[in-house]
């Protein structure tokens, strides 16, 4: 068990729909990040906030979006739902920020399925 | 800009026998890298790192890494290989300074008895 929590662990939804994906990091760490595994895409990140404010951004639609509450916990928005948004989301979670050497631990990830 | 690349997709090895998974990487500056592995329907989990210092660096459940700067390779080692090591592993490199992580591909291990 890394520590980090995802909810829901499935979610079937219809296209044109919305969902919002939650983690909870390990207590203690105050960076979040966001993936999604697809099996033609391979493990893509897709954002990372810290302390509450976004840091790196990387492959992320803009149907997407997120954030990260004064609790540290945080949220993953997709709206517009396609067929192809269908992969498994993984949250991470570290300790540090830029520069630092800090390993990631990884949530057990929400699958979704887009029909 | 900072990428990885896995060279193989699949790597195949009889129990016993040592194994090595590769890995190649570019970064502007100095390169953090890491190990992770993925078991079936579950997150990745961190094996090892290296940030400085020795260029063999041991990890968890007997795997090693390798860091070869001149060849800007990562290769994950493990002298006798276990079926139980048979899953997806991913390089990962970042900038140092930097905040993104980048993952390669994954390498999918079999490891037959």
């Known amino acids: 068990d890394s520590g980090v929590t995802q909810t829901p662990k499935h979610l079937i939804t219809a296209t044109g729909q919305r969902v919002t994906l939650r983690c909870s990091p390990r207590?203690?760490?105050?960076?979040v990040y966001w993936y999604q595994q697809s099996l033609d895409q391979g493990l893509q990140f897709l954002i990372q906030?810290?302390?509450?404010?976004?840091?790196a951004k990387g492959n992320i639609l803009e149907r997407f979006s997120a954030q990260q509450f004064p609790d540290l916990h945080s949220e993953l928005n997709l709206s517009s739902l396609e067929l192809g948004d269908s992969a498994l989301y993984f949250c991470?979670?570290?300790?540090?920020?830029?520069?630092?050497?800090?390993?990631?631990?990884f949530g057990p990830g929400t699958r979704l399925t887009v029909l | 800009a900072q990428s990885v690349a896995q060279p193989e997709d699949q790597v195949n090895v009889a129990e016993g026998n040592p194994l090595t998974v590769k890995c190649t990487y570019s970064?502007?500056?100095?390169?953090?890298l890491f190990w992770y592995v993925q078991y079936p329907n579950r997150g990745l989990q961190f094996l090892l790192k290296?940030?400085?210092?020795?260029?063999l660096v041991k990890g968890s459940y007997g795997f090693e890494a390798e860091f070869n700067k001149s060849q800007t390779s990562f290769h994950l080692k493990k002298p006798s290989a276990l079926v139980s090591d048979s899953a997806l592993y991913f390089c990962?490199?970042?900038?140092?300074?930097?905040?993104?992580?980048?993952f390669g591909a994954g390498t999918r291990l079999f490891v037959k008895a």
């Open positions: 990962a490199v970042r900038d140092g300074g930097g905040f993104k992580t980048i």
């Open positions: 207590s203690g760490d105050l960076s």
């Open positions: 906030y810290y302390n509450g404010e976004e840091r």
């Open positions: 991470a979670s570290s300790v540090g920020l830029a520069g630092a050497s800090n390993e990631q631990f």
């Open positions: 970064v502007s500056g100095n390169p953090y």
């Open positions: 290296y940030i400085t210092g020795d260029n």
